[in-house]
């Protein structure tokens, strides 16, 4: 016993020796001390699953810069719904993939009573009812030009009102159609204040929001851009959202926007990316009373399955470690592309 305790702890062999109280590495010592002090775990009731949808009934098709995530038809999409339930998984966040010739500048086909995404929805709630359904908030895949809302006459600028008058009838719409949480993610002023306005008067005040609330002008959506056509649609891969998603350089201002969207009814605040951003995650977790989501884009996913192609990082742990410290941040939900995977592990 003594002879093993030597073997494992060379600190007490003859030597050199430092006189000190406390010796961290104490509780690093075997798996089982290191799993008693572990302070943050990952759990399948952390994450939600963005899932893309297209219409048809074609095969499912690839997304090229990100390994494993597809774009489904309806059918297969309830299918890998009643999965990811299977696997405990709680929500998943559709995103719809729409074909280019029904978009035009203004969106319209986004406040379509029969449009894609709405049917996703119905389809999912009659088989997985349990399954919590989040919709995306944002006219992107439905414009020809790529951007959140409606553009001005000269073409340069998404207006902010109009945009959200849109917003507020799309969100109607997908509260009719029985999601559970609509999510704004176009960051205009003041939508959710009046999407929470228009969900009450029509009878939906159990209809929660989650607020794309700190979502950065990041470079790290190109993936997701190639996923739902949104770049292609405007003809570049560096659509610019400046006028209205932060500035990367700037944390007190995306406190500050995050703290309104909860002061106008966010049931859930986001941060978006969510590995560069941890400093946000956790500034947010300490200024709100709100569950905090974020959200590890498209871009974080491919640069791991990139670097991990290459033979330069292993995927798994990478994966893994990346949530963890998002979790640790101050997260409450995980919105990321590895969810299935990761709740497969879980298991
Ligand atoms: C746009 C939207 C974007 C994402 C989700 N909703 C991209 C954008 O702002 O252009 C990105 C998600 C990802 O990169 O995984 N409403």
Redesign the pocket.
């Known amino acids: 016993m003594v002879a093993a305790i030597f073997m494992n702890d060379s600190d007490n062999t003859e030597g050199f020796k430092l006189d000190l109280s406390r010796r961290p590495r104490r509780l690093r010592r075997t798996a089982a001390l290191r799993s008693m002090v572990e302070e943050t775990r990952v759990t399948v009731d952390d994450l939600i699953a963005?899932l893309f949808v297209i219409d048809g009934d074609g095969d499912k098709e690839s997304v090229g810069s990100m390994p494993g995530v597809f774009r489904r038809n309806i059918v297969d999409l309830v299918a890998e719904c009643r999965e990811l339930h299977g696997l405990g998984v709680k929500a998943v966040a559709l995103?719809p993939s729409i074909d280019p010739a029904l978009k035009d500048a203004m969106g319209t086909e986004a406040c379509n009573p029969d449009t894609l995404v709405l049917r996703a929805v119905r389809a999912i709630k009659e088989a997985v009812s349990e399954l919590v359904v989040i919709t995306?908030v944002?006219l992107?895949p439905y414009t020809t030009h790529?951007h959140?809302g409606v553009l001005n006459k000269e073409g340069d600028y998404v207006l902010n009102d109009e945009t959200v008058e849109r917003l507020c009838a799309m969100s109607l719409l997908q509260a009719e159609a029985g999601v559970d949480i609509v999510a704004p993610?176009?960051m205009m002023d003041g939508r959710v204040g009046a999407i929470r306005e228009v969900l009450d008067e029509e009878g939906y005040a159990n209809t929660a929001i989650m607020a794309?609330s700190a979502?950065f002008a990041s470079a790290?959506?190109g993936?997701?851009?190639e996923a739902v056509g949104?770049a292609s649609a405007a003809g570049t891969a560096s659509?610019d959202?400046k006028t209205y998603?932060l500035n990367p350089a700037n944390r007190r201002e995306a406190i500050a926007d995050a703290l309104l969207d909860e002061e106008e009814g966010a049931d859930f605040v986001m941060v978006?990316?969510a590995g560069p951003y941890l400093d946000i995650i956790r500034e947010l977790r300490d200024a709100t009373s709100v569950p905090v989501a974020a959200?590890q884009?498209?871009?974080e996913?491919a640069q791991i399955h990139a670097a991990a192609k290459m033979g330069w990082l292993d995927c798994k742990k990478s994966r893994d470690e990346s949530l963890l410290a998002i979790k640790r941040a101050g997260a409450d939900s995980i919105l990321t592309?590895f969810a299935r995977e990761v709740a497969e592990k879980l298991r």
């Open positions: 963005p995103f995306d944002a992107d790529g959140d993610s176009d794309y979502k790290y959506y993936p997701f851009r949104s659509l959202k998603q978006k990316p959200y884009v498209s871009g996913f592309y």
